[in-house]
């Protein structure tokens, strides 16, 4: 049985080519995302955000290039290997992909009953309590997925990712479709998770989300990375390429952060960037 | 021309090739179930409920019809009784031929279209990408409990045709000519050998895991848009037909031989 390599970052992408339809979508993408920060995956729309999530969790294999997850390729895994190690990571889906034919509450206690099937009955519904008070869904564990507002799945989707307790987080856009209290609570909840040592990597188009949890930004754009590194190095970078994907970012969101509107004024200074 | 056909036969061979493989982790897996709370084995009972106890009313009516049919056409050919003409045709077309093939045919249209209907949906809405994150095996999970749940209800349909269709074709025949059941069903004993059973639950058996994993690949094939799903249900269904028709010569042929 593999074991996970000491100080091996979270996510590393190594020429990564991906093509999910008839043109590749990356074209030798490498990507580094080290364990016990928040990275934050921002880009436009189609910039392959979602995908690099999905790909460094396993859950679909690049056409070519290696993919590893905390220092071991995902392709080189038994199922046992591959069952045992997904126990310690989460990943809360973009549309919520919440199993239709159950309810929350199965949904939620599914990978508890996987992973643990010795568990007592009383363990199981102390996790799933637990998991569904912090994603703020606690009163709706006897609905069906079909009864949800999207929102609302998506956040069953992170009670889902959440219940087994796993050092690692992937974040599809968590907050999209939250109103302003439920997406307060949720980034009151990240900052915990930092705070106890969770890696999260996590996509959003929401500035306000990545000026509060952001320790690293790598932005995106039609499948290449424009630039990633510390939050603040990333959001001062004067490149013009990436205040345009900033600044297409912030005008496709609701809210806006100063932390990120820091660059906007900068170059607003100069009178150029944002025209 | 040549390129299209030469094109269409490598995508065939290609399908062919997955299937095989697709069939083999079914197996594989199979060995497994019931590893987790017998979440596994609850889904085969319900496959079974829904493919083979729901499948019964239909299958009574066609076995009852066919049986019917075979009986008063022979009649007008036949005396009844101790022709021993009669019984075989009945034996041939309804437990060893046409008995397996229709109800293959029945359980294909109603549960092999539901299950790649209801796969293809799950893969479009991510339920198996949601699954292969919390480390559930698909295949294991989703693919196994309906392949062994097909089969078994194909096997036992197969042999409810046969004994609803000979039953049947008695019932029938009082109708037409009186005859005492006792001299109809050791006659219809007689020639009922034990080849003809065993290739009739041969067939069941084949058919019913031609099914599963028809419809079950198709179904995995969805990959973004719900347009997709009408598209591969009827590829199922061609397909699968197709194959039971081609399975159904075979074991015909190894059986004659």
């Given at each position: 049985?593999?074991?996970?390599?000491?100080?091996?970052?979270?996510?590393?992408?190594?020429?990564?080519?991906?093509?999910?339809?008839?043109?590749?979508?990356?074209?030798?993408?490498?990507?580094?995302?080290?364990?016990?920060?928040?990275?934050?995956?921002?880009?436009?729309?189609?910039?392959?955000?979602?995908?690099?999530?999905?790909?460094?969790?396993?859950?679909?294999?690049?056409?070519?290039?290696?993919?590893?997850?905390?220092?071991?390729?995902?392709?080189?895994?038994?199922?046992?290997?591959?069952?045992?190690?997904?126990?310690?990571?989460?990943?809360?889906?973009?549309?919520?992909?919440?199993?239709?034919?159950?309810?929350?509450?199965?949904?939620?206690?599914?990978?508890?009953?996987?992973?643990?099937?010795?568990?007592?009955?009383?363990?199981?519904?102390?996790?799933?309590?637990?998991?569904?008070?912090?994603?703020?869904?606690?009163?709706?564990?006897?609905?069906?997925?079909?009864?949800?507002?999207?929102?609302?799945?998506?956040?069953?989707?992170?009670?889902?990712?959440?219940?087994?307790?796993?050092?690692?987080?992937?974040?599809?856009?968590?907050?999209?479709?939250?109103?302003?209290?439920?997406?307060?609570?949720?980034?009151?909840?990240?900052?915990?998770?930092?705070?106890?040592?969770?890696?999260?990597?996590?996509?959003?188009?929401?500035?306000?989300?990545?000026?509060?949890?952001?320790?690293?930004?790598?932005?995106?754009?039609?499948?290449?990375?424009?630039?990633?590194?510390?939050?603040?190095?990333?959001?001062?970078?004067?490149?013009?390429?990436?205040?345009?994907?900033?600044?297409?970012?912030?005008?496709?969101?609701?809210?806006?952060?100063?932390?990120?509107?820091?660059?906007?004024?900068?170059?607003?200074?100069?009178?150029?960037?944002?025209? | 021309?040549?390129?299209?056909?030469?094109?269409?036969?490598?995508?065939?061979?290609?399908?062919?090739?997955?299937?095989?493989?697709?069939?083999?982790?079914?197996?594989?897996?199979?060995?497994?179930?019931?590893?987790?709370?017998?979440?596994?084995?609850?889904?085969?009972?319900?496959?079974?409920?829904?493919?083979?106890?729901?499948?019964?009313?239909?299958?009574?009516?066609?076995?009852?019809?066919?049986?019917?049919?075979?009986i008063f056409e022979g009649a007008q050919v036949f005396s009844l009784g101790q022709n021993s003409l009669l019984y075989t045709i009945l034996v041939t077309i309804i437990t060893r031929e046409l008995g397996p093939l229709l109800t293959a045919f029945i359980v294909m249209a109603r549960s092999g279209v539901a299950i790649a209907t209801e796969l293809s949906n799950m893969v479009i809405s991510q339920e198996?990408?949601?699954?292969?994150?919390?480390?559930?095996?698909?295949?294991?999970?989703?693919?196994?409990?309906?392949?062994?749940?097909?089969?078994?209800?194909?096997?036992?349909?197969?042999?409810?045709?046969?004994?609803?269709?000979?039953?049947?074709?008695?019932?029938?025949?009082?109708?037409?000519?009186?005859?005492?059941?006792?001299?109809?069903?050791?006659?219809?004993?007689?020639?009922?050998?034990?080849?003809?059973?065993?290739?009739?639950?041969?067939?069941?058996?084949?058919?019913?895991?031609?099914?599963?994993?028809?419809?079950?690949?198709?179904?995995?094939?969805?990959?973004?848009?719900?347009?997709?799903?009408?598209?591969?249900?009827?590829?199922?269904?061609?397909?699968?037909?197709?194959?039971?028709?081609?399975?159904?010569?075979?074991?015909?042929?190894?059986?004659?031989?």
């Amino acid at each position: 049985m593999k074991q996970w390599i000491d100080g091996a970052p979270a996510l590393t992408l190594e020429g990564v080519i991906y093509s999910p339809g008839a043109a590749p979508l990356f074209k030798g993408l490498d990507l580094t995302v080290p364990m016990g920060r928040c990275t934050v995956f921002m880009g436009p729309s189609g910039a392959g955000k979602s995908t690099v999530l999905r790909l460094g969790a396993g859950l679909i294999p690049p056409d070519s290039g290696t993919v590893l997850y905390r220092g071991l390729d995902w392709s080189e895994l038994s199922d046992h290997e591959n069952a045992v190690f997904r126990e310690g990571m989460g990943f809360a889906f973009q549309n919520g992909a919440l199993w239709a034919n159950k309810s929350v509450y199965q949904n939620i206690e599914l990978p508890y009953l996987y992973h643990r099937p010795k568990a007592e009955r009383q363990e199981v519904r102390d996790a799933v309590a637990r998991a569904a008070h912090q994603a703020g869904i606690q009163g709706q564990l006897a609905l069906r997925p079909s009864q949800l507002s999207l929102g609302e799945q998506k956040s069953v989707s992170l009670a889902r990712a959440l219940v087994m307790d796993p050092p690692v987080l992937f974040l599809d856009d968590p907050t999209g479709s939250l109103d302003a209290q439920a997406t307060e609570k949720q980034l009151q909840l990240f900052t915990e998770l930092k705070r106890a040592g969770r890696t999260i990597i996590l996509v959003t188009q929401d500035p306000l989300v990545t000026s509060r949890i952001a320790d690293r930004l790598v932005l995106m754009k039609a499948g290449e990375v424009v630039t990633e590194g510390e939050f603040a190095e990333v959001t001062r970078n004067p490149n013009p390429e990436v205040v345009a994907i900033l600044t297409s970012v912030l005008s496709q969101a609701a809210t806006f952060s100063g932390d990120i509107l820091d660059l906007l004024s900068i170059d607003q200074g100069d009178g150029d960037a944002l025209k | 021309m040549i390129a299209r056909w030469g094109s269409a036969a490598i995508k065939g061979f290609r399908d062919l090739f997955y299937g095989c493989g697709f069939f083999w982790l079914i197996i594989r897996e199979s060995f497994k179930l019931n590893t987790h709370r017998g979440v596994g084995w609850k889904v085969v009972v319900m496959q079974i409920l829904f493919t083979g106890v729901n499948a019964m009313a239909i299958i009574l009516l066609i076995a009852l019809s066919l049986g019917a049919v075979i009986i008063f056409e022979g009649a007008q050919v036949f005396s009844l009784g101790q022709n021993s003409l009669l019984y075989t045709i009945l034996v041939t077309i309804i437990t060893r031929e046409l008995g397996p093939l229709l109800t293959a045919f029945i359980v294909m249209a109603r549960s092999g279209v539901a299950i790649a209907t209801e796969l293809s949906n799950m893969v479009i809405s991510q339920e198996i990408e949601a699954y292969m994150a919390v480390g559930i095996n698909p295949i294991s999970y989703l693919v196994v409990p309906r392949f062994l749940g097909v089969t078994v209800s194909v096997v036992a349909l197969t042999v409810f045709f046969s004994a609803a269709g000979l039953a049947g074709a008695w019932l029938v025949v009082q109708f037409v000519q009186p005859l005492p059941a006792s001299e109809y069903f050791t006659n219809l004993l007689l020639h009922l050998t034990l080849t003809d059973l065993a290739a009739s639950v041969v067939k069941g058996l084949v058919f019913g895991m031609i099914i599963a994993v028809v419809s079950t690949y198709h179904g995995f094939e969805a990959n973004q848009s719900s347009t997709e799903v009408p598209v591969l249900v009827i590829k199922a269904v061609g397909r699968g037909f197709g194959l039971l028709i081609v399975a159904n010569i075979l074991i015909t042929l190894a059986y004659l031989i």
